[in-house]
């Protein structure tokens, strides 16, 4: 679907939850808050309505009020539809006792409707906005977990028995305003001493002059074998807008060109090696991969050409979902895929094995490690954070993974 189109769309549900959600408030129309309070209401109803014209007319607002117009908005939205099942079950409720009111009138320990709406509508509404306001206060977005995982692989080459990858993902280099955590998490990755660092895309949010003033921290990741990279959806520029195409263009060779000054091996729909006592890891890397909202550019085809069944291989592809649309079904002989994309939402439940997070409904692989039959995915959590200035549950990742042969 168009963006513009998917805008609308949640933009018209929104406010139609608005006016639903109004009916809460409309009984309290002779207390002395109500007025300010509605306008508070309906002030968020309003920014909902201004964010879409926003994007329609392309007015760019700036990092600082497109962070809060989205947050408001989001925050809003999320809010309702936690609550809507608590108002739909009361007004369910109230029907059925306007079809049979005999039947209904013997019933005499039913909830009022007042106190039902006030107690847990009201409570299941102010959660989410509670936790979704704790995530931007607490300051998660820069407390970097590192997560270890051994995985036993049958076609690992013996010489490659024991290496440890360090895999990172979404930085989002425009979103980061503290640069001493930031380099806190740059020493957590290099104190690993890892063999290899991958990096499995989403460097900016949109512009690649987002990376001026971080050349010196992020050429300090570094590896004996190297650190390899691909693009993610938000490398190429598309979501936001160019006084021309060539603007766009200009936008990423300077963005490709800032990864190869960091010393990072870019890989865009090819493979690449190293080599250790004479056997290969063989490195896959595609650019971004999409089924459908996000654009296509990856070519697995090309990224998988010159090699054989037999090779060990390494994928690298910032959207899990290619996983499950190619790698499992054409491409079996592909032992271990890396991929990043969700940040788990930022928002959820990470607690030893226990995972949950309303991102599960949109991909089947969101985060940490996934078999099938042979073939393994990786997915990261995110280093960075993009939209929502905030982590709850979901904290930002650092994986160090140790090959083993099985």
């Known amino acids: 679907m168009d963006r513009a189109a998917f805008l609308f769309f949640f933009t018209l549900i929104s406010i139609l939850l608005d006016v639903y959600f109004y009916q809460i408030f409309k009984k309290y129309k002779l207390k002395k808050w109500f007025l300010p309070t509605s306008y508070i209401y309906w002030s968020i109803t309003s920014v909902t309505f201004l964010n879409f014209l926003f994007y329609v007319f392309d007015i760019d607002l700036g990092y600082f009020f497109k962070t809060l117009f989205f947050n408001l908005v989001i925050g809003n939205f999320i809010s309702k539809v936690v609550a809507l099942p608590f108002i739909l079950i009361d007004d369910f409720r109230r029907f059925f006792y306007w079809i049979y009111p005999k039947k209904m009138k013997n019933q005499n320990n039913l909830i009022p409707r007042s106190k039902f709406l006030s107690i847990s509508a009201s409570l299941a509404y102010g959660l989410p906005l509670t936790s979704l306001t704790y995530g931007i206060i607490s300051n998660n977005v820069y407390d970097y977990r590192i997560k270890r995982r051994v995985i036993k692989l049958d076609n690992l080459p013996s010489a490659f028995d024991g290496i440890r ?3 990172i993902s ?3 280099v425009g979103s980061l305003r503290n640069r001493l955590a930031v380099k806190g998490g740059i020493d ?21 002059d987002e990376l001026k003033g971080w050349g010196d921290d992020l050429s300090k990741i570094k590896a004996p074998l190297g650190v390899y990279s691909v693009l993610g959806n938000h490398d190429y520029g598309e979501y936001t807008s160019w006084k021309s195409e060539n603007e766009k263009n200009i936008n990423f060779k300077n963005l490709i060109m800032g990864q190869k000054e960091f010393g990072w091996k870019l890989l865009m729909n090819e493979n690449d090696n190293v080599i250790v006592d004479g056997q290969k890891l063989n490195i896959v890397g595609v650019e971004n991969w999409a089924s459908s909202r996000f654009q296509q550019y990856g070519e697995l085809d090309k990224a998988y050409s010159g090699l054989n069944n037999e090779d060990f291989k390494i ?5 899990p979902s290619h996983w499950n649309a190619q790698v499992t079904n054409n491409y079996r002989d ?7 994309h969700t940040h788990g939402l930022q928002y959820g439940i990470d607690i030893g094995k226990f995972r949950v997070s309303p991102v599960r409904l949109a991909y089947k692989q969101w985060a940490d490690l996934y078999k099938y ?5 990786y997915v990261n959590r995110g280093f960075g954070f993009m939209g929502y200035p905030g982590r709850v549950g979901i904290l930002p990742e650092i994986t160090i993974l140790e090959l083993k042969k099985s």
């Open 334 to 340: 592909i032992d271990l895929t890396l991929s990043g």
């Open 373 to 377: 039959n042979n073939q393994f995915i």
């Open 165 to 167: 990858i360090c895999h």
């Open 170 to 172: 979404d930085i989002h």
């Open 315 to 319: 994928l690298m592809t910032h959207n």
């Open 188 to 208: 957590m990755i290099n104190n690993e001493k890892s063999d290899i660092i991958f990096f499995t895309g989403d460097l900016v949010n949109n512009r690649s």
